[in-house]
């Protein structure tokens, strides 16, 4: 008898609490680690607003979004055409953050290693299969590369991350474009697959060999080595605020009105190729309006004091074009 | 050799590798325990019981929200599956034809041996869905699926063992038999009924795939049943498929919390059953 | 008796069987609940994964393709992974399990065998994801640090032994998934051993046979049914399993020949992939996979159930 009471107490006390305003949402995990301190911050300055992120990959949070279990998502691909037509109510996408995407590896006594368009597209399309392939080597002169093989991690589940990566492949190589293309989930040629850039980061680090993409603060974090990165100028660029920020300058100046673009393998000399926007997904119409209020509340604080704390977890803060702009999008919130 | 030596021989040494395999796998049980004591227990701490988890990459914080969350997600399912099992393993044991119990039983059966995952699928199609959230109910309901047909199983069985002279002899009185069966059969075992439930509740607060795609997951503190809720098995799931050292430490605290208390139903489970059924005599 | 008894006695009995109507209606309703459950969980199957199945018909069991994008999906490489663990596993979990089960029923004495199987019984009671837990950080380094080179020199000319070894993978999981089926297998077929009359171990001994011999050409033989149906239960365990395998075995939808190499099941697929598949067709084919795995463990189910049954019912007519 006490049990069921017991019980009874319990869920009666979580109805009472629940005049907190609770928030749902899921999706990329590229900027899990800025998110998750941006709803504790603003969770401190609003105690009654507690937004629960779940960090499942943005394919989850586009797909949850669309089934409508989730307030919001996050993605760092931008829907698609056929994506948007499925949503029965229409969203809007609004910048956060700008990040990179870095192949962090695993080979003791080999920091900074150079990654050309060659050498990137060649080990994850399977057909550079050890760390001393003169493909490698030729970036890299100087360096002592083992002989031992090149170990893939990929992600499993869908990914806004993935997409970053496969489009910047496939925009430097047409072997790459043909094949498996660019999208949150593809059919990898080569290697293991696991969940979420957490997954990554926690695989790469504990197999000797292995090589992965994961979003810059992941490898910084972990303290895990992370290569350059060919550009579309031919320099050899490490992901860094500079040259993310600076892979964006182009996209900062003629942003299209639904903020949807792609930056990866941007022209300039500093500009990093791998580099992204990551997108909230808000929905265009909300019913309840102590969610509506919360929500927009959040986004004018994140376009505001949020962006201060970009640095100090490697994200690049938004341009102030951008920033502008998305203000105004804030209103077609209803 | 003679062939009597050779035997001799075969036989020592089979029943040595017998004995081997043996020893092999009663200390995996011992391994898993030392490992999980070890790594476990020197990363528990206050604050894991009273913390709530930090954003990733933050050191510190604890899982108090997800235990909260596991006994509000079990207690639900138990106290929705429990007696509808306890129903059906009456009806099994006293009241069904052939045709009807063979029905029953044997989709019982069937439900039990289905994967965690399909009726994870299954709860979201019927749950989540519909209400258009993730929530602690839509996690308890999966479990309670899982817990009915152990609780109709357990029912069922140790009502059987019941001798049938009780029966007899208290129907002979007069007495209805829904009378008989609420004050003489159902006490009899219910000491074995109880612990074969406590048993699949201990199984079931150990599950991860049904909780997946229902109850999410939560960093805050459980907030009524229609939100997402942090369970323990799918934060040591997440925590140990991350990179980050703290994360690890916290998911073994979680394990050898979450395996302390598994173990700790089953051995008193185990324990109260081996000393018998008691049964009234006289 | 008079007029009056007669009707108290009729009425009484009226209630009497009034009170058992209701008794047998309600429970019968909450017996009825299993079936409802399990026929909706059926047609929620059966429906979801209508757009796959008009697509791809029978031909979905033995397509190799499993592209998201392309929309193409076959169900061959976790069919194949999740067979292929299973089956691994028991090649570990049996010899080892059957052999404890041997020396705890014919070797042990009473409180030891008593004591070993009951700590074996707690092994069954780990949740998976402690299991999965401690093979990230036990077994998956043990694999690809000593056990694969191990492997790899060893019968390195066989396609099954070739490619890199990563610690996670085929292998991995069936290693994790032997552990798991260990309890189920040493229990049962320890009751099955236990089973065995008496009067047949005397006989062989009697015949000069060592106790070796009457174990393994008499006991065993003997409860050969009840040990099947031990391994086909320690099957369907292992085929379900999801947690402990996604974390280990490297979660890559193609089919490979070697066992170093990283795989699916159906099961890792789906805890992976479900959350975020979007459109019938993706759905479907996920949800598609889920009846395949649960008409396998249905069938294995059965068999496993038929086995003890028939054990039972073998042991019965012997023994009258």
Avoid at chain 3, 144 to 173: D, S
Wanted: charged share 15%.
């Amino acid at each position: 008898m006490k049990i069921p009471i017991a019980v009874a107490g319990i869920l009666l006390a979580g109805a009472a609490l629940a005049s907190a305003q609770a928030i749902n949402g899921a999706g990329a995990t590229f900027p899990y680690p800025i998110y998750g301190k941006w709803f504790e911050e603003f969770r401190q300055k609003n105690p009654s607003i507690e937004i629960n992120y779940q960090s499942k990959g943005s394919g989850a949070g586009i797909a949850q979004l669309t089934e409508g279990t989730v307030d919001f998502g996050a993605s760092d691909m931008p829907m698609k055409d056929e994506q948007i037509a499925a949503l029965k109510v229409k969203a809007l996408h609004f910048p956060t953050v700008l990040g990179g995407v870095v192949p962090t590896y695993n080979l003791p006594g080999v920091p900074d290693l150079k990654f050309s368009s060659e050498a990137m597209a060649g080990i994850f399309l399977g057909q550079i299969t050890k760390w001393n392939d003169p493909r490698i080597a030729k970036a890299n002169p100087g360096v002592k590369l083992p002989a031992t093989d090149i170990i893939v991690v990929h992600r499993a589940d869908g990914s806004g991350t993935t997409f970053v990566f496969t489009d910047y492949l496939s925009k430097i190589s047409p072997a790459w474009k043909s094949g498996p293309g660019a999208n949150t989930s593809i059919k990898w040629p080569t290697g293991v697959g696991q969940q979420g850039n957490e997954g990554i980061a926690g695989m790469v680090k504990q197999t000797p060999g292995a090589i992965g993409y994961v979003e810059l603060i992941y490898a910084l974090k972990n303290k895990m080595e992370y290569g350059s990165v060919e550009n579309a100028a031919g320099a050899y660029l490490k992901a860094t605020l500079e040259t993310v920020t600076a892979a964006a300058a182009g996209a900062a100046k003629n942003m299209p009105a639904d903020f949807r673009v792609s930056i990866t393998n941007a022209p300039g000399k500093n500009a990093y190729p791998i580099a992204s926007f990551t997108w909230l997904l808000i929905p265009t119409q909300i019913q309840d309006p102590q969610k509506r209020a919360a929500l927009t509340g959040f986004l004018k604080w994140m376009l505001t004091d949020g962006q201060n704390d970009c640095a100090s977890l490697g994200y690049a803060p938004l341009p102030k074009e951008v920033v502008s702009q998305e203000m105004k999008q804030i209103a077609q919130v209803r | 050799m003679n062939r009597l030596t050779f035997r001799k021989i075969v036989n020592n040494v089979m029943l040595t590798a017998t004995g081997l395999c043996t020893l092999l796998t009663v200390s995996i049980l011992f391994v898993i325990l030392g490992y999980l004591i070890y790594n476990g227990g020197k990363s528990l701490d206050w604050g894991f019981f009273t913390k709530l988890p930090l954003p990733p990459g933050e050191d510190g914080g604890g899982m108090a929200n997800a235990i909260v969350g596991s006994a509000e997600m079990v207690g639900l399912a138990a106290l929705i599956g429990l007696p509808i099992g306890f129903l059906g393993g009456l009806y099994l044991a006293e009241f069904s034809g052939k045709f009807l119990g063979f029905a029953i039983r044997y989709t019982a059966d069937l439900l039990n041996g289905v994967p965690s995952i399909v009726i994870g699928i299954f709860a979201w199609a019927l749950v989540v869905v519909p209400m258009h959230s993730f929530s602690a109910l839509a996690g308890a309901i999966a479990l309670a699926i899982m817990l009915i047909p152990i609780s109709m199983r357990t029912t069922e069985q140790f009502l059987s063992t019941v001798p049938n002279a009780l029966r007899e002899g208290a129907l002979a009185l007069g007495a209805p038999k829904w009378k008989v069966l609420a004050t003489v059969i159902v006490p009899a075992a219910m000491k074995g009924i109880l612990t074969g439930m406590i048993l699949g509740v201990a199984r079931v607060a150990g599950e991860t795939a049904p909780l997946l795609f229902t109850a999410l997951n939560n960093q805050f503190w459980p907030r009524g049943i229609a939100q997402p809720a942090a369970s323990l098995p799918v934060m040591i799931y997440t925590h140990a498929i991350a990179p980050y050292d703290d994360w690890h430490r916290q998911a073994w605290a979680a394990g050898l919390v979450l395996l302390a208390m598994v173990l700790a139903t089953n051995i008193a489970a185990r324990w109260i059953l081996s000393r018998g059924i008691s049964v009234q005599k006289g | 008796m008079s007029a009056t008894a007669t009707a108290s006695v009729l009425t009484r009995r009226s209630s009497t069987v009034k009170g058992d109507e209701i008794a047998h209606l309600v429970t019968l309703a909450f017996g009825a609940t299993v079936v409802l459950i399990t026929v909706l969980l059926v047609w929620n199957l059966w429906g979801a994964s209508a757009a796959s199945r008009s697509k791809f018909g029978i031909g979905f069991l033995w397509g190799t393709n499993w592209d998201p994008n392309a929309a193409d999906f076959g169900a061959l490489p976790f069919i194949y992974g999740t067979v292929m663990t299973s089956l691994m596993a028991l090649a570990i979990s049996v010899p080892l399990g059957v052999g404890a089960a041997i020396f705890l029923a014919e070797m042990a004495p009473p409180g030891l065998s008593s004591a070993c199987t009951f700590l074996v019984e707690l092994l069954a009671a780990v949740p998976s994801v402690i299991y999965g837990m401690l093979a990230i950080f036990t077994v998956v380094p043990m694999m690809r640090e000593y056990i694969e080179p191990a492997l790899k020199g060893a019968f390195g000319y066989l396609p099954q032994f070739q490619g890199p070894m990563l610690g996670v993978g085929y292998l991995t999981a069936a290693v994790v998934l032997a552990i798991m089926t260990f309890p189920y297998i040493i229990a049962i077929s320890r009751e099955a051993l236990l089973d065995v009359p008496h009067d047949q171990r005397e006989a062989a001994l009697a015949l000069g046979a060592t106790r070796w011999e009457t174990t393994f050409k008499v006991v065993v033989p003997y409860a050969r049914l009840g040990i099947l149906g031990s391994i086909f239960l320690g099957l369907a365990r292992a085929l379900g399993e999801t947690m402990a395998i996604t974390m280990v075995i490297g979660n890559d939808s193609t089919l490979h020949a070697s066992w170093f190499a990283p795989g699916y099941t159906i099961a890792a697929v789906l805890a992976n992939e479900f959350a975020e598949a979007t459109g019938k067709m993706y759905t479907g084919a996920l949800v598609e996979l889920g009846l395949v795995l649960f008409l396998v463990t249905i069938v294995i189910n059965a068999l496993a159930r038929l086995l003890v049954l028939a054990t039972t019912r073998k042991g019965s007519a012997k023994a009258a």
